[in-house]
T-cell receptor
Framework: SQKIEQNSEALNIQEGKTATLTCNYT??????LQWYRQDPGRGPVFLLLIRENEKEKRKERLKVTFDTTLKQSLFHITASQPADSATYLCALPGRSGNTGKLIFGQGTTLQVKP | DAGVIQSPRHEVTEMGQEVTLRCKPISGHDYLFWYRQTMMRGLELLIYFNNNVPIDDSGMPEDRFSAKMPNASFSTLKIQPSEPRDSAVYFC????????????FGAGTRLSVL
């Protein structure tokens, strides 16, 4: 079955540094991958989508890469700020024939210290 | 648009009682999803609907759980009878774009079964 792995340990970094979060997956070749942000007490909020034929996607201070050979996506936040502190989830679509379904990773909590 | 609206935000009940969670998707969205989030298992898809029809309910844990979508603007998730292990945050999400499946989440219902 599909398996998604994100770093379970919280990532603590200093303000201004670049945060890098990892999403690994197995047993699957997804057509795209998504990243969401979740703040405490709130629902996830969509950030970025990257397709299998795209190596990199950028949005303001965010950058996502997608390596289909390594079966890995990296999520970068440059010039990080305390307001970036949250849990970040990656998500993949269900297998072909059930693409209405999203499978989420456990999420990685990022803490940016001033 | 007000976004996905869930009610109640918090629910505390005793074991054995019936619990009903409610969701109003974003107008025009024809896909609706119910998720459960716990520390141990993360964000899990329970069921999703397309045009008010259940498409995949393979994530529904057992017969105690049921979901309905009587019209395009309303869905319920019912647990009867509730058990302490059902304690979790339940999210509803909706989308209109199956190709990208960017999901818009509600604020969630925090359920505590004593």
């Amino acid at each position: 079955s599909q398996k998604i792995e994100q770093n379970s340990e919280a990532l603590n970094i200093q303000e201004g540094k670049t945060a890098t979060l990892t999403c690994n997956y197995t047993n699957y070749s997804p057509a795209y991958l998504q990243w969401y942000r979740q703040d405490p007490g709130r629902g996830p909020v969509f950030l970025l989508l990257i397709r299998e034929n795209e190596k990199e996607k950028r949005k303001e201070r965010l950058k996502v890469t997608f390596d289909t050979t390594l079966k890995q996506s990296l999520f970068h936040i440059t010039a990080s700020q305390p307001a970036d502190s949250a849990t970040y989830l990656c998500a993949l679509p269900g297998r072909s024939g059930n693409t209405g379904k999203l499978i989420f990773g456990q999420g990685t909590t990022l803490q940016v210290k001033p | 648009d007000a976004g996905v609206i869930q009610s109640p935000r918090h629910e505390v009940t005793e074991m054995g009682q019936e619990v009903t969670l409610r969701c109003k998707p974003i107008s025009g969205h024809d896909y609706l999803f119910w998720y459960r989030q716990t520390m141990m298992r993360g964000l899990e898809l329970l069921i999703y609907f397309n045009n008010n029809v259940p498409i995949d309910d393979s994530g529904m844990p057992e017969d105690r759980f049921s979901a309905k979508m009587p019209n395009a603007s309303f869905s319920t998730l019912k647990i009867q009878p509730s058990e302490p292990r059902d304690s979790a945050v339940y999210f509803c999400a909706s989308t209109w774009d199956r190709a990208k499946n960017i999901q818009y989440f509600g604020a969630g219902t925090r359920l505590s079964v004593l």
